[in-house]
């Protein structure tokens, strides 16, 4: 029996872990992979707009909220799969066989990259299928890439990576480019970016690494291969709430629904950082949420003592 169990291990879930420790609650966290730091492994620029801090990567971030976490008492265990969960009830059964009982839960499972779900794209992970323009920008330098997306972070990592490849060419499936004014007109007069508006690839093909993608036009419009390399998939992501959507209030987009206090429907069930927050998702927010989330149960575990 804990006081708290958090389910993730990102920023959200650190900063509420490390409160909930400041604040004297019995803590337990939860972090299904085998490292701590969620969204932090895939921010490869440099962070310049977190108060106080500027460093050059998220791992590196990272770094400095480990020190913390370090010299805290909550325990943390990785590697620890949920099987299933009543939130109502506060029970938690693991994979592993331990069930698991609380008075709160704060849920800050974060988001995944969304994925296309079209043939090649799993298949040729890791080979020529690349998660990041600035980590693989040297990898592919003097390849043709595709990147497949037309917000900020498909035009940012096009600019990036035109600048070490012959070609860059941009698949969006909607009439213009979603991504900022400063990203988008900078993307024009770049005669290494080609821009394929309204369009949608529908097959990533090569037998032991990306030799191609397959490209649907305007309907009515015959289907094309285009010879690349790598291809980067930027169409924005989704949060990890597969667990809880029948449990708790959701948005269209999955996202859990919260208060002020960061509270679901469910008393004492929270939700701190990207998971419930799709408009403004940034690692400030995300710390400030699980700070919140934890001093609320504070304070109502307090009042209960004291009545």
Not at 235 to 243: A, F, K, S
Not at 252 to 263: H, K, L, P, T
Not at 264 to 274: H, Q, R, S, W
């Amino acid at each position: 029996m804990h006081d708290v169990i958090i389910i993730g291990a990102g920023p959200a879930g650190l900063s509420a872990a490390f409160w909930c420790d400041e604040l004297g609650l019995d803590t337990l966290v939860l972090e299904q992979a085998e490292q701590i730091g969620g969204q932090l492994h895939r921010v490869y620029n440099p962070i310049e707009n977190y108060l106080g801090l500027k460093t050059r990567n998220g791992a590196e971030l990272l770094e400095l909220f480990s020190r913390d976490v370090d010299s805290a008492e909550f325990d943390l265990w990785t590697g620890a799969a949920i099987d299933s969960i009543d939130l109502r009830a506060k029970r938690i059964s693991l994979r592993s066989g331990e069930s698991l009982h609380s008075i709160a839960i704060i849920i800050a499972t974060g988001v995944r990259p969304r994925k296309l779900g079209i043939p090649g794209e799993k298949e040729l992970a890791g080979r020529g299928v690349i998660e990041s323009g600035t980590r693989d920008r040297e990898l592919f330098a003097g390849k043709d890439v595709c990147i497949i997306g037309g917000g900020d972070a498909a035009v940012e990592n096009a600019l990036l990576l035109a600048e070490v490849c012959p070609t860059v060419t941009v698949v969006h499936r909607g009439k213009k480019l979603r991504a900022r004014r400063e990203f988008a007109e900078r993307v024009q007069p770049n005669n290494h970016i080609t821009v394929f508006t309204e369009s949608v690839v529908t097959r990533i093909m090569g037998d032991t690494e990306v030799e191609a993608v397959e490209i649907q036009r305007k309907a009515g419009l015959k289907p094309f291969q285009l010879a690349v390399r790598g291809v980067l998939i930027r169409i924005g992501v989704e949060p990890n709430t597969d667990l809880f959507r029948d449990q708790v209030t959701v948005d269209d987009g999955g996202y859990i629904a919260v208060n002020r206090e960061q509270e679901t429907n469910v008393p004492m069930v929270f939700a701190a950082g990207d998971v419930s927050n799709p408009l403004a998702p940034t690692i400030s927010g995300a710390t400030g949420a699980g700070a919140t989330a934890a001093k609320v149960i504070a304070s109502r575990l307090n009042r209960k003592l004291d009545g």
